[in-house]
């Protein structure tokens, strides 16, 4: 379908012609009714400060496209016709989304507007590290999901592990093998629907700031199969002058001490923290200390304590106030949290930021997803 998103970085010696107007009003209408629920067109114009005449035939033609329904009429307050509620197709519009960031499967949804999740499916690797195979995986994912649509689907969203390109491409995913796979032009050609890739971590920051309680600077750290962040400023994802921005997972802490990084070198942040990781060590720490708590502490304690040493100088350059550890609760949420915090407050100086909030969100895991909708909302309809 064709696009409704604003350019993005329409020159500003660019003129505004008509139809850019009009995309942008469209733009403006979807943005309000997403954020504002179901109202009347008399409601809409007054929020967007369009004249009512421009509104409803804006409407009228969102309604053909079928990207808004109407709602049925508010009860009158007083005398006068009732006012017919328009809202965004919530139910009747649907997104695919894809995590491929687990630690041994990749995980896809179909949902709706409102984030729901409609259909999952969970489909461990078989070709982890074999390139065109593991693309051919994803496809079928997400194949499966189109076909179990029951409403228009509007597109694809993909969070992905790796380096991305603005166009889709995944640089460099070493998990995958994968090396300048234009995995959304692969997405497309096979299903026929626009399709966003993304990095994971990236998509998990926009789901935290459009579903979540994301302040508007932000930092998240992913942490699944490895180690990756996330930069929010302004609301705006910063990525960074070669598409990495918030890439901390192998950033040495320390002097080359600590757990060999898969990467070749020593003591990168993802070698005290992946999931993977950490659930050894935890492992190793239980076995040689049975029914011992405090070698288990020890290793959550350790591991936290790196995670705030990367963090610290993140959080003074940038006197963030939201750190948000997108991480299975069972592990992350307790001691290693706790340490994080402290080690954190102790390294930055305190005064302008005691204030900071390290969390854990409970429900995390469905982050990537939401933020594969949101990729596709914003790029679609220009929603965010
Ligand atoms: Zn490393």
Do not use: Y
């Amino acid at each position: 379908m064709e696009s409704l998103a604003t350019p993005r970085r329409a020159g500003s010696s660019q003129r505004v012609l008509p139809r850019h107007a009009r995309a942008h009003n469209l733009t403006l209408l979807l943005r309000t009714l997403f954020h504002g629920g179901a109202m009347s067109r008399a409601d809409l114009a007054r929020e967007t400060g369009l004249t009512r005449v421009t509104t409803s035939d804006l409407v009228a033609h969102l309604l053909e496209r079928e990207l808004v329904v109407e709602k049925g009429v508010r009860a009158p307050s007083g005398p006068g016709k009732p006012a017919v509620l328009v809202d965004l197709d919530r139910h009747g519009i649907q997104v695919v989304a894809l995590d491929l960031a687990g630690a041994e499967e990749n995980v896809g949804a179909l949902m709706d507007l409102t984030g729901a999740v409609l259909d999952r499916r969970i489909r461990t690797r078989a070709t982890v590290g074999s390139g065109d195979d593991a693309v051919d995986e994803v496809v079928d994912l997400a194949r499966s999901l189109v076909d179990v649509a029951d409403g228009r689907v509007l597109g694809v969203g993909v969070g992905s592990p790796g380096i991305i390109s603005e166009d889709g491409q995944v640089l460099e995913a070493p998990n995958f093998g994968w090396e300048a796979v234009p995995l959304r032009d692969r997405l497309e050609d096979a299903l026929g629907v626009p399709t966003v890739v993304g990095n994971d971590a990236n998509a998990a920051a926009l789901a935290e700031h459009t579903f979540g309680q994301a302040e508007p600077d932000m930092f998240l750290v992913r942490v699944g199969r490895g180690v990756g962040g996330a930069l929010l400023v302004r609301g705006e994802l910063v990525v960074g002058s070669a598409q990495a921005a918030g890439e901390i997972g192998h950033v040495q802490v320390g002097e080359g001490d600590g757990p060999e990084c898969a990467c070749g070198k020593t003591g990168c942040l993802e070698a005290w923290l992946s999931v993977p990781q950490l659930t050894r060590m935890l492992e190793e720490a239980d076995a040689s200390h049975p029914g011992g708590d405090r070698a288990h502490e020890q290793v959550l304690r350790e591991a936290g304590g790196r995670l705030a040493l990367v963090l610290a100088p993140i959080v003074g350059a940038l006197n963030l106030s939201d750190v948000v550890i997108a991480a299975p609760h069972e592990l992350f949420g307790g001691t290693l949290l706790d340490a994080a915090l402290e080690k954190l407050r102790s390294h930055t100086l305190s005064r302008f930021h005691t204030h900071v909030r390290l969390r854990v969100p409970l429900q995390s895991d469905d982050l990537v997803l939401q933020g594969g909708l949101v990729m596709v909302l914003s790029a679609e309809l220009g929603v965010s």
